[in-house]
């Protein structure tokens, strides 16, 4: 398994509210912008979602290492 990063952070140029989000791993990128809804996401919770279809596209099953989490997400 490679080495994964997480990014997740606020776009202010597209709108209040909007988060992008991003992994990428030695086998690829994924990312997502996420638009303002009726409740909004954990960002540990868009996480689980961008790894099953990054697992998916990329046939890898890296995961980000936890220090990553707690430093870049917020739930």
């Known amino acids: 398994m490679a080495d994964m990063q997480f990014m997740a952070a606020d776009e202010p140029g597209l709108g209040p509210n909007i988060r ?20 909004p996401l954990a960002d540990l919770v868009v996480l689980d979602l961008m790894l099953a279809g990054h697992h998916r596209r990329q046939r890898c099953q890296c995961v980000p290492s936890i220090p990553a989490l707690t430093t870049d997400a917020r739930a």
């Open 20 to 39: 992008r989000y991003s992994i990428a791993c030695g086998h690829g990128a994924s990312s997502a912008v996420l638009l303002p809804g009726r409740e």
